[in-house]
């Protein structure tokens, strides 16, 4: 302390009690946010009003027509820190991907899901002295599969795949809906006749998990709705055409579900 030692001694030491004091004094001044260590903090609240969503692809006669992804926001909004906040993100620990944007001009991150699964993503705030504040935020993804088919003899599989394309858990369960209809050939009069048909859900290995025969008659259709449980391993959702001559349609609903384990919505007006 080099203004101190311009003094005699007989002069300092009466003041360093008294400067201690004001030196302790006026370092409790320096912010509720500031660490034991001496870093500055960030308060980092990141308010958001979903963290689940239903990814939709849906299938004209076995292509597919549209991918409708999901997209959430995320509110750095209330975030508030001693030092100026430059920087605010959202890594998604799966894909490794990274969304900034800067905090002295925005405040809302903008995520889109594009594959089902559950997600893990890491949000921070960075002040200018480099400080970096996280938090994780847990989002759940899945996917409806939607299959429409018509005038066919020889129904399309339908490729179900509910492994997670990036890791992490595998879904809980595979809920199908699968309608058949034996439209009839000339509107209120009986031309055609009753159709045979099996649904079977086949493995990997061309075992048949889940089956059944139906038969539907002109005009009317016929439905079938099943869950599964192996979620390890792709299926082949089938229609096999048994036996008659009219045109059948198919319409059908596959939904790969995941247990709810997201983050609860914290959104505040």
């Not at 989002?139 to 409806?144: A, H, P």
């Not at 539907?216 to 869950?227: A, K, L, R």
Request: proline share 4%; net charge negative; charged share 20%.
């Amino acid at each position: 302390m080099p203004y101190i030692h311009n003094f005699s001694d007989t002069i300092v030491r009466p003041f360093r009690p008294l400067l201690l004091v004001v030196v302790l004094f006026s370092s409790t001044l320096a912010g509720c946010l500031e660490s034991p260590d001496g870093q500055q903090e960030i308060s980092l609240i990141v308010n958001y009003e979903q963290t689940n969503g239903t990814i939709v692809h849906s299938y004209v006669d076995g292509e597919l027509q549209s991918a409708t992804d999901v997209t959430l926001s995320f509110d750095f909004s209330n975030t508030e820190a001693v030092n100026q906040l430059i920087s605010f993100g959202i890594e998604v620990v799966q894909t490794e991907e990274i969304f900034m944007i800067d905090a002295l001009s925005e405040s809302t991150v903008v995520i889109q899901f594009s594959s089902h699964g559950m997600y893990t993503l890491d949000a921070f705030a960075i002040d200018d002295e480099g400080f970096r504040e996280n938090i994780q935020i847990m989002v759940r993804m899945e996917l409806q599969m939607e299959w429409v088919e018509t005038n066919t003899y020889e129904p399309k599989p339908l490729v179900i795949d509910p492994a997670p394309v990036h890791g992490g858990s595998s879904p809980d369960t595979i809920l199908i809906h699968s309608t058949v209809e034996n439209p009839e050939l000339i509107e209120n009069i009986e031309t055609g006749r009753e159709v045979e048909f099996t649904w079977s859900l086949v493995d990997g290995n061309e075992d048949a998990c889940q089956a059944r025969n139906a038969l539907v008659h002109e005009g009317d259709f016929v439905d079938w709705e099943t869950i599964h449980f192996n979620t390890f391993q792709v299926h082949e959702l089938r229609i096999s055409y048994d036996s008659g001559q009219d045109y059948i349609n198919v319409d059908q609903t596959v939904l790969i579900k995941y247990s709810a384990l997201e983050s609860v919505p914290n959104y505040v007006q």
